[in-house]
Nanobody, 119 residues
Framework: QERLVASGGGLVQFGGSLRLSCVASGFRLDYYAIGWLRQAPGKEREFVASIIWSGGSTYSTDSMKGRFTISGDNAKNAVYLQMNSLKPEDTAVYYC????????????WGQGTQVTVSS
């Protein structure tokens, strides 16, 4: 069964760092992109970053480049989101998700992990 388990969220002060983890199982990652999306209270879910498992190409939004870095660990079937210089506006529930290459649909979702940045 396809599964994504996200972890690593928490409470951090303005300017702090967190590393989120997403462990995938039950499907072949070679055919997928793994991404992080987030949803803040009262706002729509937004894309943060993604990595194409086969080849390692990464993508992120311009506003997060330089602060957030996505990476993958083949041995652990894990994707990480390193978040630095966190701001209160980064407060959200962060989800990892998987999309089959060539598809615009996120097929599998993790349960979400809360990130709260205090000012």
């Amino acid at each position: 069964q396809e599964r994504l388990v996200a972890s690593g969220g928490g409470l951090v002060q303005f300017g702090g760092s967190l590393r989120l983890s997403c462990v995938a199982s039950g499907f072949r990652l070679d055919y997928y992109a793994i991404g992080w999306l987030r949803q803040a209270p009262g706002k729509e879910r937004e894309f943060v970053a993604s990595i194409i498992w086969s080849g390692g190409s990464t993508y992120s939004t311009d506003s997060m480049k330089g602060r957030f870095t996505i990476s993958g660990d083949n041995a652990k079937n894990a994707v990480y989101l390193q978040m630095n210089s966190l701001k209160p506006e980064d407060t959200a529930v962060y989800y990892c998700a998987a999309a089959r290459l060539g598809s615009a649909v996120w097929s599998y979702w993790g349960q979400g992990t809360q990130v709260t940045v205090s000012s």
